[in-house]
Structures are given as structure tokens and as C-alpha cells.
């Protein structure tokens, strides 16, 4: 059967039985990228919800369930996608050889398969805590009407950001057991970095989507699409940003006075988040770089928008790791200040050198 155009050379499909194959490409195991974006959203809500209290084993194992149900529920949700948009798949170029667009297995074989496949995500839901299990509910029905968005509002990509990073706010309940003011920012964060990427993704399909009706932030923006995305992309990191800043500033002043932190002062507060700040800080500049070299990218030529989309796994990962290192930076400083003699050690060594202004 022939590969779409955007599916990716020599995956995992041209190893697997012939007739696997169909069910794995209405998946899209050809196109790894969406189990990469759906999941690391869970991650950095993980990694934002352990600010406050550092990574134990159980990160682990909730590690491996967002691994099992990114793969489960995005291919489900790609299966709901392509059985309501057949008809329209098969007029557009790069979409025409779906499996369900130029019938290489029926309505009915894909239903079957969607069904599989949420067997496995209700296996993955009934594994996490239990509040977290209804917040993952509640984005049941954002699944359900992302298919039908493009044909009613110009706006389906943020539709897409506000169901694809919900994913924000399970992995964070489901270390924390509630959701916070910085889990909801850093949803938002995430939303506006999908609106940018899905934008660029959009931008290869214009032409196609023009001709049949399809709406898309691409069309609507037109030639100011790269200066859209730019500003998308800001946002984004600002908010990023504005997120961790307000976990840490609340996980420390709910510190204060409490047993094991007697010594915590509030005057001492902005150089702690400061420092667990920096920490995270050069990470977090490489994704925000990696996020202007693509909106330089397009505008320059004619660039390869499936290639740029691509790359936002990178940008993903990096604010893993810039989350991550805030997480230990704080469990670090937290050992040294309750542990040590602060006022000797880093008063005298090292903070009055970075902050003189303050004493």
C-alpha cells in the first residue's frame, strides 16, 4: 500500500506483517512525532508537580503509563479523525493515501481498531490516581469534536492545543492530587506553542484546504502566518516561564515557619527561587532559540514545514530538562539551607556575591 507523504522513511510499519500495516499507519506509527507531542505535555506537568517535593519511584512508573497511553490515545484519536475526514483525506495530496482514504480497510475494520485501542487507554486511565483519572475524563469530549473544528472556525489549532496538552494537567495531578494557578498557566504555555507548531504544520496543506473549504490558522493568517507563529511561540515561553516561577514562589512560602524550615525567612525567598530559576535557565534558552530558528526558517525559501514540526520533539524535551533541573536545584538548596549553616556558608560564599544589592 503506498505511504503518505508526510510519513516518515523506513519506520517501524515496514517491519510489521502486510496486514498490520493499515491499522498501524491510522495510527500513524509512521509518524511518531504526535506520541512525542501528546506525551511530553504529561511529563512537563509531572516535572512541574515535583518542584515542590523532588522525583520519587512512582515518576517512573507514571513515566511508562504516558508512554502506553500517548501511543493508545493518539492513534485513537487519529482513527476518530480519519474515519469522520475520509472523504476529505482522499482530495488532499498529502493525506490521499490513508488507509481509510484510499480503502485499504473498511469504516467498520477501523472502528474495530479504535475500539482496541481505547481498551488500552482505559487500561492506562484506571492506573493513575484518582483524581487525576477526572481530569483526563474531562478531555473526553475535546477529543470528540477536534475532528469537526477545521470545518466550523478558523481556529482548529487552538482547539488542538487546548485537547493535545491536557496532558498538563493529569501529570501534574497526578503527583500533587490538585491542580494549581502554574499548572494551569503552563497549560496555557503549552497551547500557545501547539497553536504555533500546528500553524507551520497547517501551512503545508493551504493549498489543498483552500480548494475544499477546510479552515486552519494558516489560511486565516496567510502571508503573516511566520510573524503569527513568532508571537505564538513568545508567548508560549512566557508563560513557560511565569509557570515555574509561580510553583516554586508557592511551594516556598508555604515553607516558611513550617517544622524543618524554621530557619526559612521570606527575605530569603526570591534569592532560593532565583537560584532553582537559573538552573533550569539554559535549557529553557536553547528551546526558546530552537523556537526563533523555526519562525526564521519560514521565511526563507520555501521551507520544509513537515521538517520544522518535526523538530518541536527537541523544543519539548528541552523544557523537560529545564523543568527538571529547577526540581533538583531546589531539592539541593533546600539540603544545603536546613542542613547547613546558612549564614556562613552561603551568605559568605556565594549570595552575597550574586545578590549585593539585597544586604
Known amino acids: 500500500m503506498p505511504q503518505p507523504l508526510d510519513a516518515i522513511p523506513n519506520s517501524i510499519i515496514d517491519q510489521a506483517p502486510k496486514s498490520w500495516r493499515p491499522y498501524l499507519q491510522l495510527s500513524r506509527f509512521d ?19 515535583r518542584i515542590g517535593e523532588g522525583f520519587a519511584k512512582y ?6 503509563l504516558w508512554l502506553l497511553g500517548a501511543i ?31 480503502g485499504a480497510i473498511s469504516t467498520k475494520q477501523a472502528a474495530i481498531w479504535l475500539g482496541v485501542q481505547l481498551l488500552v487507554g482505559l487500561g492506562v486511565l484506571l492506573a493513575l490516581p484518582q483524581m487525576a483519572q477526572l481530569v483526563a475524563l474531562c478531555a473526553i469530549p475535546l477529543v470528540i ?12 489549532q487552538a482547539w488542538l492545543g487546548i ?22 498557566v503552563f497549560w496555557l504555555g503549552a497551547v500557545f506553542w501547539t497553536l504555533g507548531y500546528d500553524t507551520i504544520y ?7 484546504d483552500a480548494l475544499i473549504g477546510v479552515k486552519s490558522t494558516a489560511r486565516r493568517f496567510g502571508d503573516k502566518a511566520p510573524m503569527w507563529v513568532g508571537w505564538f511561540y513568545f508567548v508560549s515561553m512566557t508563560l513557560f516561564a511565569l509557570a515555574a516561577w509561580l510553583e516554586l514562589d508557592s511551594i516556598l512560602v508555604s515553607r516558611c515557619g513550617s517544622p524543618g524550615y524554621e530557619t526559612f525567612s521570606y527575605t530569603e525567598l526570591p534569592k532560593i527561587s532565583a537560584l532553582a530559576i537559573y538552573a533550569g535557565l539554559p535549557a529553557f534558552a536553547l528551546a526558546a532559540l530552537h523556537l526563533y530558528k ?14 520544522i514540526f518535526r523538530s518541536n520533539r527537541t523544543v519539548g524535551l528541552r523544557i523537560v530538562v529545564a523543568l527538571a ?3 533538583f536545584a531546589l531539592w539541593r538548596l533546600e539540603h544545603i539551607y536546613v542542613s547547613w549553616e546558612w549564614n556562613n556558608f552561603l551568605r559568605g560564599l556565594l549570595w552575597n556575591r550574586c545578590f549585593p544589592e539585597i544586604y
Open 31 to 49: 509518524r511518531p512525532i504526535g506520541f512525542w507531542l501528546l506525551g511530553l505535555p504529561c511529563v512537563m506537568g509531572q516535572a512541574l508537580g
Open 59 to 64: 515518576d517512573l512508573f507514571l513515566l511508562a
Open 72 to 102: 493508545a490515545m493518539r492513534g485513537a484519536g487519529c482513527t476518530i479523525n480519519d474515519i469522520i475526514d475520509r472523504d476529505i483525506d482522499a482530495k488532499v495530496e498529502r493525506t490521499k493515501n490513508r488507509p481509510l482514504a484510499c
Open 145 to 156: 469534536a477536534y475532528p469537526f473544528m477545521k470545518r466550523i472556525t478558523w481556529w482548529p
Open 163 to 184: 485537547t493535545f496538552n491536557w496532558g498538563v494537567l493529569v501529570g501534574y495531578t497526578a503527583v500533587t492530587g490538585t491542580i494549581s494557578l502554574a499548572a494551569v
Open 202 to 208: 497547517a501551512m503545508s496543506d493551504v493549498d489543498d
Open 294 to 307: 523555526q519562525k526564521k526558517l519560514l521565511g526563507y525559501g520555501s521551507p520544509d514545514f513537515i521538517a
Open 325 to 327: 533541573c529547577i526540581v
